[in-house]
């Protein structure tokens, strides 16, 4: 049977390659239906909007966008319009869950907008919080996300954004001129938030101690806009090629540029998990805002910094919350060690 699928996910970029998974899972379950996204603008403007990154995926094929103030009344019955017109069968809730009151409200909105099926909605603490898998190592929010559809024991497609020949084209001739493109890292300083930020100084000492040691190799800096003058700062500490592209990129070219890259060395943001995605290694500098584990990058073979001092102290509840100043705890030394763990191996 063909149906309308309605998947509300709110977030960026980083929320939308952990949510690749599940997609892909949606995409496998309903193979001949509609699906369409209904997410934000993000809040935080340095961030690329989700919808960006799977555009020509294949894994959804339209969406909605509430906009910030999204009780507005107005802007709340405009939005309806569009979704009820377009008569969704199902809603696939797979987003970080709500406060229940708030979840309350967005279920009767959906009804309002037609739905009469829902998928994931997260009313158990079970899929309000993240399972225990080791010592001190939380689930990641992609499997929780895949918990919330009941896909947590099956066969999960891999992640894919089915990056398509005109793109990796782009991401070449990006490249071609740059003599730092035969072997380079991928760096950034991006983040959604104060309590994520390691602080200039703790880059600067990383870059300007690593540099000697590796005259040739380049070093590209991605992200967006708002990332450019303090990351070209940032680069000119470096003694081999470089180049900074933040800002210049759409979030799939930079999902190429940095699969190219040895490995990625930056703040738990969303470049980080396109470079996990690609199966680059990563030393990613986190703060306390969740588990130890909840955002860690997809895969293996990562060099993860964080508080682990704190995670007693942090809710196994998902949700939005500050880190605080934790990520001031990370010491600069350890990094550069890792760094140079990862170019002796």
């Known amino acids: 049977?063909?149906?309308?699928?309605?998947?509300?996910?709110?977030?960026?970029?980083?929320d939308g390659v952990v949510s690749l998974p599940a997609l892909s899972v949606l995409a496998e379950r309903f193979p001949d239906s509609e699906r369409r996204i209904l997410t934000n603008s993000p809040v935080a403007g340095r961030a690329a909007p989700l919808h960006d990154l799977l555009a020509g995926s294949g894994l959804v094929c339209g969406y909605f966008i509430f906009p910030p103030?999204?009780?507005?009344?107005v802007e709340v019955r405009k939005l309806r319009s569009e979704i009820r017109a377009w008569r969704p069968d199902i809603l696939v809730y797979l987003s970080e869950p709500s406060r229940r009151l708030r979840l309350i409200r967005e279920m009767m909105f959906f009804r309002w907008c037609g739905?009469?099926?829902?998928?994931?909605?997260?009313?158990?603490?079970?899929?309000?919080?993240?399972?225990?898998?080791?010592?001190?190592?939380?689930?990641?929010e992609g499997n929780r996300l895949l918990r919330a559809i009941n896909a947590e024991s099956h066969i999960v497609p891999q992640a894919d954004l089915g990056l398509g020949p005109k793109e990796i084209a782009q991401a070449d001739k990006i490249l071609s001129d740059w003599?730092?493109?035969?072997r380079f890292i991928v760096f950034c300083i991006g983040?959604?938030?104060?309590?994520?930020?390691?602080?200039?100084?703790?880059?600067?000492?990383?870059?300007?101690?690593?540099?000697?040691?590796?005259?040739?190799?380049?070093?590209?800096?991605?992200?967006?806009?708002e990332e450019r003058g303090r990351s070209e700062a940032l680069l000119q500490l470096w003694c081999g090629p470089s180049i900074n592209l933040c800002g210049d990129l759409p979030s799939r070219i930079s999902a190429i540029v940095a699969g190219r890259?040895?490995?990625?060395?930056?703040?738990?943001?969303?470049?980080?998990?396109?470079?996990?995605?690609?199966?680059?290694?990563?030393?990613?500098?986190f703060s306390a805002r969740a588990k130890p584990g909840v955002w860690f990058p997809m895969g293996n073979d990562h060099r993860?910094?964080?508080?682990?001092?704190?995670?007693?102290?942090?809710?196994?509840?998902?949700?939005?919350?500050?880190?605080?100043?934790?990520?001031?705890?990370?010491?600069?030394?350890?990094?550069?060690?890792?760094?140079?763990?990862?170019?002796?191996?």
């Open 304 to 345: 993860i910094f964080y508080p682990w001092e704190l995670t007693s102290k942090i809710p196994a509840t998902a949700g939005l919350r500050s880190g605080g100043g934790s990520i001031h705890s990370i010491e600069p030394e350890t990094v550069l060690v890792a760094c140079r763990e990862l170019f002796s191996s």
């Open 261 to 285: 890259a040895s490995f990625y060395l930056g703040h738990d943001s969303g470049p980080m998990h396109l470079a996990a995605l690609a199966g680059v290694p990563c030393i990613a500098v």
């Open 1 to 14: 049977m063909t149906y309308k699928v309605l998947i509300f996910r709110r977030g960026s970029l980083g």
């Open 69 to 73: 103030s999204n009780w507005n009344p």
């Open 179 to 182: 003599r730092g493109a035969v």
């Open 115 to 140: 739905v009469r099926r829902f998928i994931g909605l997260p009313f158990s603490s079970a899929l309000r919080a993240y399972h225990k898998i080791g010592e001190d190592l939380w689930e990641s």
């Open 191 to 225: 983040g959604k938030g104060e309590d994520k930020d390691w602080g200039n100084h703790n880059w600067e000492f990383v870059l300007k101690t690593l540099a000697p040691d590796h005259p040739d190799l380049g070093i590209a800096a991605i992200g967006s806009g």
